[in-house]
Structures are given as C-alpha cells and as structure tokens.
C-alpha cells in the first residue's frame, strides 16, 4: 500500500508497555510475521543449538510474549522438563496462556518483571531471553536476573537486535542515514546487540560465545514495522512529510523491480553463570 505519514504499522516501541499501547494487535502481528521469516528461522535455530536442551530440566524464558519460542523449547526438552515464561504484559501472558491450552502442565505462564523475575535464585539451569533488552530501560538489571535465576554452571542464551547496524539499499543516502540514526537512537538502546558480550562478562559470566546473524527482511514486514516510526519521525520535525513519501517511495519502486534489500544484525549471545 502506498505509504502517508499517518499510514498504520506496528509502533515497536510500545513493546515496552504492551498492555498500554494503541494497537496491540499489531505488535502480536509484528512478532508471528517477523519470526517467520527465513533470516529469523536461521537466527532461532541457532539459539535453540545453544541452549543445549536435550540435557535441560528447568528453563526460565525472560519476556516470553505469546509463548511460542516457550512452548518451543518444552517440545526440545526431555519429558521431565519444565518451562517458566515471564512477560510484563498480562496481555501477552493471557495470549500465552491461551496457546498453551492444557499442555501436560510442563509450561508455566507468569505476569513480571524480567528485571524483578518472582522465582527462586538457582533454581533453573537454562535462561532464554530473545528480543526484550532493547525495550526495556535497565538491560544490566536484566543480565543480573538471568544470573540470579540460573544455578552455578548453568547456560543463559540471548538473542538481541542491533538497530545501529541496519542496513538499507536506497539511493538517498543522507535521508537514509538520518532515518536509520533517528531510529536507532529513538529505541531505549538500539545498540543493545553490540553490547550483550560486554554486559554478561561484567555481569560474572564465562564462556561468552558470539554468533551474529543477518536478518534481511522480507518487503511487506519490513514496511509494516517502519510506516509509524518513519511517521513519528514527521511528527517530531526530523524530516518532512514529503521527504518521507519520497523516501518510502523508493523503497516501494526497488521492491517492484526486484531491488529491495534491507536487513540487521541479530546477536546470539550465549554464556555460562559463574560460580562466583
């Protein structure tokens, strides 16, 4: 569809309050679309090798959303394993909740805190965590609740995008650098991805391991998550409302024509908790 300033997407940000924002449709939209594309298939898989589930018992899933890696990782665990989603959003645990039906009472669903978790220090041996530390405003906090939670020896893996490293095939350059670096800086940390080693080093881990992956994006998704922030953008005076017509314009005619490219880096990040 032809884009306007005003044109309906997904605003991402509003994952940091899901059960507050305009449209929460459109952000459980954005995670089923986004998560199917090939890039993220490959980016999962990756993160599924590294928690290293045939040996797991008790997993913890930091802002599990609608439960679907959880009930993922339930399905790659022995039968005598058990998973705890927790999200912030009592919207997005309901939706879990609900997917999960019945199940054979192996998955759990909690409404709290990724950086204030209501369970037991070292109680689980596996902690996911994949796409949350970028919208909320203490992603140390977090990495101190992943290590809390995990016992001695046991194996966090975290998958986080890194905004800043967004790449875009468009022959306006400069507008394209100011949409991205406006963008990237807008999120509560866009560089959140680049960092992720650092922070669990600092945090007591050891044996830190980076694989990052490149998520291209498919036209119709990459388009349904830029229409509001580049519409936000207008709103705020960063570019005019006809620069930004003419923008996503370009993008629309490379997709035609066959030409569209557009992706970031995801970072698989995994790490053992000290015994410190």
């Given at each position: 569809m032809?884009?306007?300033p005003?044109a ?8 940091a309050d899901?059960?507050?924002?305009d449209?929460p449709?459109a ?12 890039g993220?298939l490959?980016?999962?898989a990756?993160v599924m090798r ?12 930091l802002?599990c959303g609608p439960g679907?890696?959880a009930r993922?990782i339930a399905?790659?665990m022995?039968?005598?394993?058990t998973?705890?989603g927790?999200?912030?959003?009592r919207?997005m645990?309901d939706?879990?909740?609900?997917r999960?039906g019945t199940?054979?009472g ?21 902690c ?5 530390m970028?919208?909320?405003?203490d992603?140390r906090?977090v990495i101190?609740e992943?290590?809390r939670l995990l016992r001695?020896g046991?194996?966090?893996?975290t998958l986080?995008f ?5 790449i875009?095939d468009?022959?306006?350059?400069a507008?394209t650098r100011l949409i991205l ?12 991805g ?5 922070l669990l080093?600092?945090a007591g881990f050891?044996?830190i391991?980076?694989a990052p992956?490149m ?7 990459f ?7 580049v ?11 006809r620069?930004a ?9 490379m997709?035609?024509e066959?030409?569209f ?10 790490a053992?908790r000290?015994?410190?």
């Open positions: 032809p884009f306007t005003n309906t997407g997904a605003n991402l940000r509003s994952f899901v059960d507050s924002s449209n449709e952000l459980f939209r954005s995670l089923e679309v986004g998560r199917a594309t090939s993220m490959q980016a999962e990756e590294r928690l290293r589930l045939d040996t797991a018992q008790r997993v913890v899933d802002g679907t890696d993922a399905d790659a022995p039968s005598s394993g998973v705890v927790v999200d912030l959003s919207l645990v939706e879990a909740r609900r999960a199940a054979d192996r998955i759990e669903f909690l409404v709290g805190s990724a950086t204030d978790v209501p369970l037991e220090s070292g109680a689980f041996d596996r996911h965590a994949q796409a949350i970028q919208h909320v405003p992603a906090g101190a992943m290590a001695p046991g194996r966090a893996v986080e890194d905004l800043g490293s967004t875009i468009h022959p306006d350059r507008t670096d406006s963008i990237t800086d807008a999120a509560l940390d866009g560089w959140i680049r960092q992720l080693p650092r080093r600092e050891v044996e391991e980076t992956q998520v291209f994006n498919e036209f119709e998704f388009m349904f998550t830029m229409r509001r922030p519409a936000q953008l207008v709103k705020d005076g960063v570019v005019t409302g620069l017509v003419r923008w996503m314009g370009e993008l629309e005619r997709h035609r066959g030409h490219l557009a992706g970031s880096l995801a970072f698989v990040v995994s053992v000290g015994n410190g």
